[in-house]
């Protein structure tokens, strides 16, 4: 009999291999390869292969080169325990769950499989992929050193649970915690040499089964990021095509972080420094009420951006969390002097924040008095400057409202009069632009509605010119 001994004190009832007081599964690479050479590989995968078809489902202590499970169905939970396996591979399979502990793993591939659950746990993996994936429990990867962490086109299957309130469920959970030595973590991202370890067993991905990563939430916490410097200017955190709640917490990351294509519930970012940029494109930031009275307030304390905040077509369905975003995008261009950028990030937050103004809950005459006030916000300082901004808009207005508007207006009511018996749309032209200026040579005057019309043109012109030599000024001066 074998010679390996079980935590639980029992020996391995496998034969050894000859000239081994260790059966294939328990002994070590060196030894195996001294005696057989390469076809140890073989008398490995054969007895692991055995093993499964017999219904064993606890693995431990056990040195595989290619664990490969295939078409494989089981109500019972695989167990690998303080084992050391090259290329763990389970594809096209149902099981409940998989659990990885006190292993050593060059690469974890879960491929287009449906199970409950899966855990890993105080082991080390060079590169972990969850791809295609339906579980209806939770996935875990923590306490473990992790290279790479990739979860594509993975979904939570299960039945949606109710939370209470300050907890999370534990249906549809995607946890990573308390990893180290992490160089990238991507949801829904490209990754080439997946593709190459799966053809090369055989097996096949195409992009028409690519679809949204669906979970209840994604937690990633307590993570520790490759500090080497090839590894700075480079994403670290990926999440694309995301559907679910996503908490950030107590993150260092040494790169950047991006979400994009992603419908992001809730997000919580609880002590997070991030070293370059955090760019957002083209997602739902959806949040509920709560979000907004306890996460919100603080989230500009929580959140440190060394870098750029970027954050380009993307929706919101509450404008104080709108506001927010735009304010510390803004801030973060501010500080590296890029005035053009900020300014853009300060329109969308003073448009995000007259947005909230409607979304207060006053009645009567003061949601009159709310709803008039932004009113003439929107027309004096959005449409005429976009909230001084752009200095081009106050000369166009002008220019079209000068030359074209009022002329007009003077002309249909013939409220102009003056040293020309027969006025021309010239001399409208010329009256406005006079008006407009308040010049008033006084060879022309307007006569009838013509005053009221006047009186309004030199409003207008003196507060355009206004708006366009503070904008101006704003622009290039400061």
């Known amino acids: 009999m074998c010679e390996y001994t079980y935590e639980n004190g029992q020996k391995c009832r496998l034969k050894p291999v000859e000239g081994s007081k260790y059966c294939p599964l328990h002994i070590p690479f060196e030894e195996g390869e001294k005696l057989l050479g ?23 202590g056990v040195y595989l080169y290619d664990a490969v499970i295939s078409e494989y169905k089981t109500e019972k939970i695989l167990v690998f325990k303080n084992s050391q396996i090259k290329n763990l591979i389970i594809e096209d399979s ?12 060059d690469r974890v591939i879960l491929f287009q499989s449906k199970m409950e659950v899966v855990l890993v746990k105080n082991s080390s993996v060079f590169g972990l992929n969850i791809l295609r ?21 993975t979904q939570y299957v299960g039945e949606n649970e109710e939370e209470s309130y300050g907890g999370r469920s534990a ?25 190459k370890i799966l053809e090369g067993h055989g097996l096949t991905v ?11 939430s994604l937690v990633i916490r307590n993570v520790s990021f490759d500090t080497a410097p090839r590894f700075k200017r480079q994403v670290r955190l990926s999440i694309n095509g995301f559907s679910g709640n996503l908490i950030f917490e107590n993150l260092d990351v040494f790169g950047h972080v991006e979400i994009t294509w992603s419908n992001v519930k809730s997000p919580e970012f609880v002590h997070v420094f991030i070293h370059s940029n955090l760019i957002i494109r083209r997602s739902q930031i959806n949040v509920d009420l709560t979000w907004t009275m306890t996460v919100l307030p603080s989230l500009p304390l929580e959140l440190t951006v060394e870098g750029f905040v970027v954050i380009e077509d993307c929706r919101f369905n509450n404008p104080y969390a709108e506001e927010v975003f735009y304010r510390l995008a803004r801030t973060s261009w501010e500080r590296s ?9 300060y329109y969308l937050e003073m448009v995000a924040r007259r947005k909230a103004r409607l979304k207060t809950r006053r009645k009567g005459i003061k949601k009159l008095v709310d709803r008039f006030e932004v009113g003439f916000e929107w027309l004096f300082a959005d449409l005429t400057c976009k909230y001084g901004t752009d200095w081009k808009r106050p000369i166009i207005i002008w220019l079209f409202a000068v030359n074209v508007l009022f002329p007009l207006l003077f002309f249909v009511t013939n409220s102009v009069q003056g040293i020309s018996k027969v006025m021309t749309f010239l001399d409208y032209e010329y009256f406005s632009i006079v008006t407009a200026t308040t010049l008033g040579y006084g060879d022309y005057h307007p006569v009838g509605v013509g005053r009221a019309i006047a009186s309004v043109e030199a409003l207008f012109g003196m507060f355009m010119w206004a708006v366009f030599l503070t904008v101006f000024a704003r622009k290039y001066m400061r």
């Open 206 to 216: 195409s992009e028409a089964g690519r679809r949204a990563v669906r979970v209840h």
């Open 133 to 153: 994936v339906d579980f209806s429990s939770n996935i875990s990867v923590r306490d473990s050193s992790v290279k790479y962490l990739m979860l594509n086109s």
């Open 94 to 105: 149902e099981v409940k769950g998989l659990v990885l502990i006190n292993s050593t793993v």
């Open 171 to 195: 249906k549809g959970l995607v946890e990573f915690s308390n990893l180290r030595d992490v160089r990238r973590i991507g949801v829904n991202v490209r990754y080439p040499l997946l593709r």
């Open 38 to 60: 390469d076809k140890i590989g073989e008398v490995k995968a054969e007895t692991f292969q055995r093993r499964l078809k017999v219904g064993q489902s606890y693995f431990e």
């Open 337 to 345: 002097g890029d005035f053009e950028r900020a300014d853009s990030y």
